[in-house]
């Protein structure tokens, strides 16, 4: 009889929900940032997931060292 693989967890780790985090310097990301917090007060989690996205997609086209 051969073993089962190892189940994945059940709820993704901390790591990949944790919101992205804005460049020292860049206004774009600044933008980003304060967008994000804007939604925050304002209980608008759907904007803030939307801040989240368009922040992590600046860090890899404008930021990303590959």
């Known amino acids: 009889m051969t ?6 967890p059940l709820y993704p ?3 990949e ?3 992205p985090a804005p460049m020292d310097g ?3 990301c600044q933008e980003f940032a304060a ?3 804007a939604a925050q007060a304002a209980f608008d989690y759907s904007a803030v997931s939307d801040a989240n996205v ?3 997609a600046h860090l890899l ?3 990303s060292r590959t």
């Open 35 to 37: 967008r994000r917090s």
């Open 26 to 28: 860049c206004e774009a």
């Open 54 to 56: 368009r922040l992590r």
């Open 17 to 19: 929900y944790r919101p």
């Open 3 to 8: 073993p089962r693989p190892p189940r994945p």
């Open 13 to 15: 780790s901390y790591e």
């Open 61 to 63: 086209d404008a930021h």
